[in-house]
Nanobody, 115 residues
């Protein structure tokens, strides 16, 4: 079983930056990939970014060039560096991980981009 705990959300002005963190515990070495999803009010949850066990990354088109996903050498923590934030990035951001065929989710962290 994998447990995911996010941190780093908050309120930021347009154009600002935030860095989200996600720490995995339980069976972190069984993880195939870790990623971030987000859900804005009244909208479906959407994919944001993913990083595989061999550090291949992929991003939602609208965040390419602004967001960067990375993970540490022991592969039990993942970060999402978010730059040039826009009001449309406002959402609850969820960390996710695939381990032994099962998808795990964190509790979510709120990111609000507003002046």
């Amino acid at each position: 079983q994998v447990q995911l705990v996010e941190s780093g959300g908050g309120l930021v002005q347009p154009g600002g930056s935030l860095r989200l963190s996600c720490a995995a515990s339980g069976s972190p070495f069984s993880i195939n990939w870790m990623g971030w999803y987000r859900q804005a009010p009244g909208k479906q949850r959407e994919f944001v970014a993913i990083i595989t066990s061999n550090s291949v990354t992929n991003y939602l088109d609208s965040v390419k060039g602004r967001f960067t996903i990375s993970r540490d050498g022991e592969k039990n923590t993942v970060w999402l560096q978010m730059n040039s934030l826009k009001p449309e990035d406002t959402a609850v951001y969820y960390c996710s991980a695939l381990s032994r065929g099962q998808l795990h989710w964190g509790q979510g962290t709120q990111v609000t981009v507003s002046s």
